[in-house]
């Protein structure tokens, strides 16, 4: 079993950033995915970028190339993800998301876990 937990959700405005981080416990393995996926009230659940731990082999949505980051440190067994130049359509809970395999997408259906997600609110 794998425990995911997001902190560094919160509000600010627009063209400000936020870095968000979650930690990973719970058997894992030397080699797997994460991801941080966004959901906004009444929308779907969507992908905002993942990281092939292994290879360091990243994917982003096109609504956050170049101004998202993500990146992920094996020493701390943390994911993070670096919003800069954030925009009030980036406000929604953001969730970080685990897999074993190695995922090359950002389909919600192919992560197994999932932590509890934080708020980012971002105003105009």
């Known amino acids: 079993q794998v425990q995911l937990v997001e902190s560094g959700g919160g509000s600010v405005q627009a063209g400000g950033s936020l870095t968000l981080s979650c930690s990973v416990s719970g058997n894992t393995g030397s080699w797997y995915s994460m991801a941080w996926f966004r959901q906004a009230p009444g929308k779907e659940r969507e992908g905002v970028a993942n990281?092939?731990?292994?290879?360091?082999?990243?994917y982003y949505a096109d609504s956050v190339k170049g101004r998202f980051t993500i990146s992920h440190d094996n020493a701390k067994n943390t994911l993070y993800l670096q919003m800069n130049s954030l925009k009030p359509e980036d406000t929604a809970m953001y969730y970080c998301a685990f897999d074993y395999r190695i995922i090359a997408t950002l389909r919600p259906n192919n992560y197994n876990y999932w932590g509890q997600g934080t708020q980012v609110t971002v105003s105009s």
């Open positions: 990281i092939d731990t292994g290879s360091r082999t990243t």
